[in-house]
């Protein structure tokens, strides 16, 4: 028999996952700001779905069941309308406000999961995120005393949006994962959302010049790897013990921001940034307990 990964190895794939995307979100903003949104996710996109059939249509076993298609389907109605408003909202905002925006996600899912999975949310779980999304409430205290910006204010608005999407994202994560393997979830997603976008593109999309080829192909690759490897995790922990890993993806967000958009780094955003830390390792801690208790 193979033996489970353990709670703790689980969590630290989910936190990678994470890493990888944030870092796709830097790539993401840099071409957003040259081409626009929606060219930016539609070709990405469109080199995603060759990334990932390469992987998933060779060792496929044979289609998905119409069930299992209902929930790609549903999953890559709501993760195009929530890629779409992250990052037209990204490219107004700075890269660890939008990400601190979108840590409402986790929270949400916590209780997402609970009416959508019947899973059972424990105190610890709920005491993880409320320590987290008070460091997001530091985070945004910062941000408040900024000069009032409309075009920042507009990003704002698409980024909530945006994360109240993810919410039921991730949620939809969990449950796409124990149907489907990881190559079918990143191959299903890319073409989902491809197809969407495919149909509004004849209208608004444009060819971008060939020397922006490289960056769309990172940002694939980092989409595409990042699919796999929260799908594997999503398949081994419930959703409300792994959603507090996207809190991890703001301290990504700040690195990237000040190295790539020089974006400076307040000293709200790292006292937030601690109780974020803090409410993961909560998270983490608090599940390795409970299984080594179960064990006896």
Not at 142 to 153: C, M, V
Request: positive net charge; charged residues 10%; aromatic residues 10%.
């Amino acid at each position: 028999m193979t033996r489970a990964p353990s709670p703790a190895l689980v969590f630290g794939v989910a936190v990678t996952g994470i890493a990888i995307f944030s870092s796709m979100d830097a790539v993401m903003k840099g071409l957003v700001l040259q081409l626009g949104a929606f060219d930016t996710l539609f070709w990405r996109t469109l080199a995603g779905i060759v990334l990932t059939g390469a992987i998933y249509l060779p060792a496929r076993k044979g289609w998905p069941t119409r069930s299992v298609m209902r929930v790609h389907l549903i999953r890559g109605g709501v993760s195009s309308v929530m890629a779409v408003t992250f990052f037209w909202g990204l490219a107004r905002v700075p890269m660890a406000q939008a990400i601190a925006l979108a840590f409402i996600a986790p929270l949400l899912a916590l209780f997402g999961a609970a009416l959508v999975l019947k899973e059972r949310i424990p105190p610890r779980a709920i005491a993880a995120s409320l320590v987290a999304f008070a460091g997001v409430g530091v985070i945004m205290l910062g941000q408040a005393t900024a000069a009032p910006d409309p075009d920042r204010f507009r990003g704002t608005v698409a980024v909530l949006i945006s994360a109240i999407c993810y919410a039921y994202n991730i949620v939809l994560m969990r449950q796409q994962a124990l149907v489907a393997g990881p190559s079918e979830v990143a191959f299903f997603q890319s073409v989902i959302v491809g197809g969407l976008f495919a149909i509004v593109a004849p209208f608004i999309a444009h060819v971008p010049d060939a020397h922006h080829a490289p960056a769309i192909l990172l940002a694939a690759a980092l989409a595409t790897v990042s699919l796999l490897i929260l799908a594997w995790a999503y398949a081994r922990g419930e959703a409300n013990y792994l959603a507090p890993t996207e809190y991890t993806g703001f301290i990504w967000a700040s690195i990237w921001g000040w190295v790539v958009f020089r974006e400076p780094v307040a000293t709200y955003t790292l006292a937030g940034a601690a109780l974020i830390i803090t409410g993961c390792l909560i998270a983490a801690r608090r599940r390795a307990v409970e299984n080594v208790e179960a064990a006896f």
